[in-house]
């Protein structure tokens, strides 16, 4: 029998070797369908029942249910994707693809978003399966394709299509939370994510009068464009204080043991060193142009230009913020919604609350739980649509000098060994008593 905290490394590692990249192009997305066999393979060996759906060619997902003890209750939903992002092999020490083992981490694209996390959910199951581990509720496992670009292929597809398989979930838990922040040696915030902004990628269109590029042009859809953009992202949004970021701050506060000034929060946060830009960006609303796209050739002034920006909305404030990104961009250049999803925001309290932070306290007396707003998205969107209440919670302790922020989609991306094997203890802890 393999001890779960030895086969959570090899899992992992697995897995990070198995190219999973989403280009957002199904035509040069990759290894989804590999990843949903050797996951469903995985727990196929140990006599769990795992099927995999297919949204389209290669865009593979896989559901299981473990059987809970208490039939009246609930079931919970435990989610994590198998896509990541890509990587630029040139840019990386290790390549991103290798799984290498080096240093006390795992090193590879996808190690912390999110396949450190899925290694964790197999690791658990194949154990509590060879023991006769059975839950207090029913457990939905699903690891889904495609959340790195909206989740259409992925977790929207099954909550569209293939609805049955989370008949009887009311809470689910999945990625970017329950990694610890050191404060003190002896102090450990351990964030848990009771909220995510919305998404709203917009394209930005200009056209203008087409024309020769060596002539006084007055009406260049490139020069309107680029001005656009410009505005766009040296804008700051207003702040707006959300429940959950006020809760975060006022434990972040006590923890420091410094005054909390609610009209200038980012005095605090600074403070937070290599997670301030993930917690700043939950202060406001935010638009950050990622690409521009116009001409065909050097000489010739175009008739259209367009921009994508990255928009990220709290809770309750989408309608309002494009009412103020109007504003910025001006009222000739058109919006597309490329992709909208809502924000989330759930209340840090209840049973699994309770569950999360004394599974934490177990494995770490110095830690102490608190919610947070993600500043980005995960596959909850889809699943909050069948009024599911969603939490993240993938526990990681971390090294105290780790910038575990800027590993999400940079490079270098690397999961400590000993912050893998203690979240294989917290999860099967949690998972017993939830």
């Known amino acids: 029998m393999g001890d779960p905290g030895d086969e959570v490394v090899d899992i992992c590692r697995d897995l990070l070797r198995i190219d999973t990249t989403n280009t957002g192009d199904n035509a040069t997305s990759a290894g989804e369908r590999a990843a949903a066999e050797y996951v469903a393979g995985k727990l196929g060996e140990v006599g769990i029942a795992a099927e995999i759906y297919e949204s389209a060619p290669g865009r593979a997902s896989v559901v299981a249910r473990l059987e809970g003890t208490d039939p009246s209750r609930d079931a919970l939903l435990v989610h994590g994707h198998l896509d990541v992002v890509p990587a630029q092999a040139d840019e990386w020490t290790a390549h991103p693809f290798g799984g290498e083992l080096r240093d006390g981490f795992l090193w590879g694209r ?7 996390f899925d290694a964790m959910v197999l690791a658990v199951a194949r154990d509590w399966a060879r023991t006769g581990v059975r839950p ?3 457990i939905v496992l ?11 292929y992925g977790a929207h597809f099954l909550v569209d299509k293939h ?6 979930c009311t809470e689910a838990v999945g990625e970017v939370g329950g990694f610890s922040y050191t404060v003190t040696e002896d102090l450990r915030l351990y964030l848990v994510e009771t909220a995510e902004k919305g998404i709203n990628w917009l394209r930005l269109h200009a056209r203008g009068r087409p024309g ?4 006084v042009h007055d009406d260049n859809a490139v020069t309107a464009v680029a001005e656009a953009v410009a505005r766009v992202g040296r804008h700051r949004f207003p702040m707006v204080m959300t429940p959950t970021v006020r809760a975060f701050l006022e434990h972040l506060s006590d923890a420091l043991g410094v005054d909390l000034d609610p009209d200038d929060p980012e005095i605090a946060i600074a403070k937070l060193g290599p997670i301030a830009n993930l917690i ?3 202060l406001r609303n935010t638009a950050n142009p990622t690409r521009l796209e116009a001409g065909y050739k050097d000489n010739v002034i175009p008739s259209r230009a367009s921009a994508t920006i990255d928009c990220r909305t709290l809770p309750g404030q989408a309608e309002l913020f494009l009412e103020q990104l109007r504003e910025v961009i001006g009222p000739d250049l058109e919006i597309e919604h490329v992709q909208r999803q809502p924000a989330l925001e759930t209340t840090f309290d209840g049973a699994l609350v309770d569950a999360m932070a004394a599974a934490l306290r177990a494995e770490d007396p110095g830690a102490r739980p608190v ?3 993600l500043s980005g998205g995960t596959d909850a969107k889809a699943f909050q649509r069948l009024g599911i209440r969603c939490f993240g919670f993938a526990p990681l302790r971390l090294p105290p000098d780790l910038n575990f922020s800027a590993l999400f989609h940079g490079i270098d991306e690397r999961v400590p060994v000993e912050g893998l094997q203690f979240g294989v203890r917290v999860l099967d802890r ?3 008593t939830s």
């Open 136 to 138: 207090p509720r029913d």
């Open 163 to 168: 609805r049955d398989l989370l008949d009887g």
């Open 371 to 373: 919610p947070y707003m």
């Open 280 to 282: 700043g960006a939950t």
């Open 212 to 215: 020769h590029g060596s002539m």
């Open 142 to 152: 699903a690891f889904t394709a495609d959340e790195e670009a909206g989740g259409g």
């Open 110 to 116: 996808g190690a912390i978003d999110m396949k450190d």
């Open 430 to 432: 949690f998972l017993r």
